[in-house]
């Protein structure tokens, strides 16, 4: 019986002894390990151990000369992998990313019209006329194009070289803008209405549409007597209806930022005076949304239907990197409209232009005089 009891207290102790040495060459393995992490963080030796919590799947290693931190939620990780299998990138998207990636600054605000840009912020609005004369459904379009987010990206950190192409392309299209608004026309009384690419038509609406706003985003004043040309020339009421490549409540709302910024020093008496009786009559105009929306790069866009559908979908939409752009508005402050859908100026905003165009032609008398001979 006694030797049973031996026998018993040696397997005990065994165990024991086993489960410590366990002990200590655990925390020996931690204690390297946490160094080695800890020294990638700095260049100087670190003499403060680092800490490891295990208590919620998360190591954080301090460095308390430092301040640097390093936090791996394992947890966090495991959600993220959950929620984009269920909502995961799309091929379309995929195509846009790669596509603008390979694209030159040059190629970029040519290609506003692409049908890999276009259609997806196209198809994300519903609810809304979706006519090219609409300007509330063209304000949403242009806050989602990727490409406008990209280079209106650029132009905040660099805006002149921005400037120059997005003014070139402004000017081309414009110019093309006649005919190719007469062969849409000849097409449509043809019933030809679709197409696999950009038109000549789509091309110059888009890409006017595009260079109007990131102009006036990035205070391009040169760009008042263009864009006032691009107001004039809308004029529905003609026969046959002639309309601008740009739903006249946007074009004039871009001027409206551009003069409101105008810096004073570069006016004369005159001018300074103009702008004051506009700025007055302008108290009427209600002010940007600031809205929040993914950077172009963003794996997931805002306007993604499937981020709205559950939980994970909510979940994808917050991991993306963001940006503030202006979303215009079409109303006046007391709630009356500044166009129709079918583009019909309203008296009142015909009116605050007519103002405006006065304060452009003082300041550039010589006016859009390459788009000016045209008429």
């Known amino acids: 019986m006694f030797f049973v009891f031996l026998v018993l207290a040696g397997i005990v102790f065994w165990f024991s002894a086993r489960n410590r040495s366990d ?7 931690g204690k390297s390990e946490s160094v080695s992490v800890v020294e990638t963080v700095g260049t100087n030796e670190i ?3 680092a800490e490891v919590n295990t208590r919620n799947n998360t190591s954080i290693v301090r460095n308390s000369e430092f301040r640097s931190v390093q936090d791996v939620d394992t947890m966090q990780i495991a959600r993220e992998a959950d929620a984009l299998m ?18 030159s600054l040059t190629e970029m605000v040519r290609h506003f019209a692409n049908f890999d840009d276009m259609q997806l912020a196209q198809t994300s609005i519903s609810a809304i006329d979706s006519s090219s004369a609409c300007a509330e459904f063209n304000n949403l379009v242009v806050t989602r194009l990727a490409r406008v987010r990209k280079v209106l990206a650029i132009g905040r950190k660099n805006p002149q070289p921005v400037i ?14 006649p005919d190719a608004f007469k062969k849409y026309m000849e097409d449509y009384a043809k019933g030809i209405m679709t197409s696999s690419e950009p038109t000549p038509h789509s091309y110059c609406q888009d890409s006017c549409l595009a260079a109007s706003y990131l102009l006036a985003e990035l205070g391009d004043y040169e760009a008042l007597p263009i864009l006032a040309y691009q107001y004039r020339i809308h004029n529905i009421r003609s ?27 570069r006016l004369s008496e005159e001018a300074g005076t103009v702008l004051d009786d506009y700025l007055k009559m302008s108290e009427s105009l209600r002010e940007t949304e600031q809205i929040e929306v993914t950077t172009w790069d963003s794996t997931h866009s805002e306007s993604d239907p499937r981020l709205s559908i559950d939980e994970k979908g909510r979940e994808v939409l917050q991991w993306q990197q963001t940006m503030t752009m202006p979303l215009y508005p079409t ?30 032609k003082l300041v550039y008398p010589e006016g859009a005089a390459q788009l000016e001979s045209r008429n």
Not at 23 to 29: C, E, L, S
Not at 86 to 103: G, Q
Not at 164 to 177: C, G
């Open 23 to 29: 002990t200590f060459q655990t925390a020996d393995r």
């Open 47 to 49: 003499e403060q151990p």
């Open 86 to 103: 269920d909502v995961p990138l799309h091929p379309w998207r995929r195509r846009l990313m790669d596509n603008m990636a390979k694209e």
């Open 164 to 177: 120059k192409e997005l003014r070139d392309v402004l000017i081309d299209s414009l110019k093309d803008w």
């Open 239 to 265: 026969r046959p209806a002639f309309s601008s490549p740009v739903p006249p409540a946007i074009t004039f709302y871009a001027m409206h930022r551009l003069v409101s910024s105008y810096p004073r020093d």
């Open 331 to 360: 109303k006046f402050k007391d709630g009356t409209i500044m166009q129709d859908g079918n583009g019909l100026k309203s008296k009142k905003m015909d009116e605050m232009f007519a103002k405006l165009d006065e304060f452009v």
